[in-house]
């Protein structure tokens, strides 16, 4: 029941700007937090822009997208809607310079499978990252309960996949459309496209779905406006000029989707690594300190959680999740 | 829990199981062949404490500990001189006082405290209180005797009630006989259809049985003691408390908000043709309580749901 859950709530927004505005603030904090002794020049040297984050962040979108299609076993969809609102809703109280996006990437696609009842154990599942394997377990499996708490634990998440099933089933049986199955690669096509986009924090799933169905037909040169008019809002004139506009918007946003210059994410990346917080690098020298005394610590209580130190050595290197050869 | 060993010979319960501990008023513990051994004359001394033991007073260790069966053995002891009862002071204070003293000399003896003089008290009071000590003996005796007395009576009246039973079941017995014959009597004398005076007789007959039944059998409700049963057990037990209930729960269909145009409901999918465009269930699946109208059914309402979101 999307109407009344939580991803209704408190993850679906009523406009781009309040996506901005906390974006815009999760950066601040975080330079206000690691740079109070810079001057504001050095700062806008030392530190990423929300600019940087917005084009880092989707380029890491789009390896979420190439990890998740390249996958073994093969994952349903909605893995892939889920992960994509995980990663989305991580970001928007986040920033990718405290955490960074390639490890967040691989626990919020590991929750997914857990969430929407994908069984794969972790062995299986880092099976598919290239590089140090163990390194990857230590890291989804630390955070994994970071990423739950931040997304405040509304795990359920409401896709346009089953939305899309039910608009086929409805023009099958009220339309006089010719085969509406050929309508399926154009609408998969855009349902893909709309996770690169905020449209998932903006609008509801089946909004994006009818988007998707409307978007897909008028390639195939049909016209199913009349169903939308005479079918669906038969009964509710007045609420179609809004969802006429929602469908516009979210094709809009899947028109001018761009994918960041290379040159530009690698500039990025290179001042990310300097940025970042080593707190949360799991290479640094920090990060080992922090998880030793935690180790410590937690030795009394709990003598087999051997994984945090599994992989520790400082000799390997940080292409963690090398997706970005590909 | 650490293994029972015998303190002389050592052997425990591991190498032999059907060892055997034993123990005397001294409370130190022997297993059953070192008594074989060391008491075959009858008598001779503890090996631990060189206490002077009488072969026929050891018994078998019950409890764990020995000085547990030490202490029952002075209690008994102490127990046979120190027999007054509350009834034998004047205030309670003065029995509880008397109870106390008791624990004293029991816990003294128990703990090798103070010997000496504790066994001189327990003479001194059996010296001056022998005749208290004699006469509460008898009392005992004389309690036991009544409680004997009362099982006769009772088996009296059993007997009693036994032959009282035999009785009626011989009268009535004799009072169908004579029915019987009365009716063949009147059979062979009457002038009247045989069927009316059969009728009448089984009349009678059916009205004497129920006046039977009506009478009460008298139940018993004591016991010989005078303890009576049935209610007096019932009143142990606290009353089961009656729960409070409110009104009957009424069921009201959940009213959904589904922020879109109408959904149809399940009979309306199957009418309308929706259920032929996606697989239908198999013979498994519809043991389970699967429809295909149920999956159809949400694909809609998830399409349709929140479709006037934003406005």
């Not at chain 2, 006046?211 to 010989?224: H, L």
Request: with cysteine; net charge negative.
């Amino acid at each position: 029941m999307y109407p009344t859950s939580s991803q209704r709530k408190y993850w679906t927004f009523s406009n781009e700007q309040e996506i901005q505005a906390l974006r815009l603030k999760q950066n601040q904090d975080y330079i206000e937090k690691h740079g109070a002794d810079m001057d504001p020049q050095t700062r806008l040297h030392f530190f990423l822009t929300p600019e940087e984050e917005r084009l880092l962040l989707k380029q890491y979108e789009l390896h979420l997208r190439d990890f998740c299609k390249r996958f073994d076993p093969p994952m349903p969809r909605c893995i892939i809607g889920t992960a994509f609102h995980y990663f989305k809703r991580f970001y928007l109280h986040n920033s990718p310079m405290d955490f960074h996006p390639k490890e967040i990437l691989a626990t919020c696609v590991y929750l997914s499978c857990k969430v929407e009842e994908f069984n794969v154990s972790i062995g299986q599942f880092v099976g598919n990252i290239k590089g140090d394997r163990l390194k990857a377990m230590d890291i989804i499996l630390s955070n994994e309960l970071l990423l739950m708490q931040q997304l405040n634990y509304y795990l359920t998440v409401h896709n346009p996949y089953r939305p899309i099933e039910g608009f086929l089933i409805d023009i099958k049986t009220r339309c006089s459309m010719a085969n509406p199955e050929r309508l399926r690669p154009g609408i998969d096509e855009f349902v893909d496209k709309t996770f690169l986009t905020d449209a998932c924090l903006l609008y509801s799933p089946s909004q994006i779905a009818l988007a998707a169905v409307l978007h897909a037909a008028s390639k195939e040169q049909e016209n199913l406006d009349s169903y939308v008019t005479e079918s669906l809002f038969h009964s509710a004139q007045n609420k179609l000029p809004v969802l006429v506009e929602a469908v516009r918007k979210i094709r809009t946003m899947v028109r001018i989707l761009d994918f960041p210059p290379k040159d530009r994410v690698k500039a990025i990346e290179k001042k990310l690594d300097k940025c970042r917080n080593q707190e949360n690098n799991p290479d640094s020298q920090i990060y080992k300190q922090r998880m030793k005394k935690m180790m410590c610590e937690e030795d009394d209580i709990d003598l087999d959680s051997s994984y945090h130190l599994a992989a520790t050595d400082s000799s390997i290197d940080g292409s963690l999740m090398n997706i970005s050869q590909s | 829990m650490d293994e029972q060993a015998c303190p002389r010979c050592k052997t425990t319960k591991y190498r032999n199981p059907s060892l055997k501990l034993m123990v005397n008023v001294c409370g130190h513990t022997l297993c059953e062949s070192c008594v074989d051994l060391l008491f075959l004359k009858g008598s001779g001394s503890c090996p631990e404490c060189n206490v002077p033991l009488r072969r026929s007073n050891f018994r078998v260790q019950m409890f764990d500990d020995p000085m547990v069966e030490k202490e029952i053995d002075i209690r008994k002891r102490i127990l046979r001189d120190y027999n007054k009862k509350e009834e034998d002071f004047e205030t309670l204070q003065e029995y509880n006082d008397y109870l106390e003293e008791i624990e004293c000399i029991v816990y003294n003896l128990c703990n090798n405290i103070d010997l000496l003089n504790t066994n001189k008290k327990i003479e001194q009071y059996k010296k001056e209180n022998r005749e208290v000590i004699m006469r509460n003996k008898t009392k005992i005796g004389r309690e036991e005797y009544e409680l004997e007395e009362m099982l006769e009576i009772e088996k009296q009246q059993e007997e009693l009630r036994r032959i009282e039973l035999q009785e009626i079941e011989q009268e009535n017995k004799k009072k169908k006989i004579r029915e019987k014959e009365a009716l063949i009597d009147e059979l062979m004398s009457s002038h009247e259809d045989a069927s009316k005076i059969v009728s009448a007789f089984a009349e009678q007959a059916e009205k004497t049985r129920e006046e039977a039944k009506t009478i009460p059998a008298v139940k018993r409700s004591e016991f010989s003691t005078g303890i009576k049963f049935g209610r007096g057990t019932q009143q142990g037990f606290l009353p089961v408390p009656k729960m409070e209930e409110g009104p009957l729960y009424n069921y009201v269909a959940p009213k959904l908000w589904f922020d879109g145009p109408p959904i149809p409901s399940a009979p309306e999918i199957e009418g309308k043709g929706y259920v032929q465009h996606i697989r239908g269930e198999l013979p498994a699946e519809r043991a389970g309580g699967y429809r295909s109208v149920i999956a159809c059914q949400r694909a809609l309402q998830e399409a349709l749901q929140g479709l006037y979101h934003g406005s």
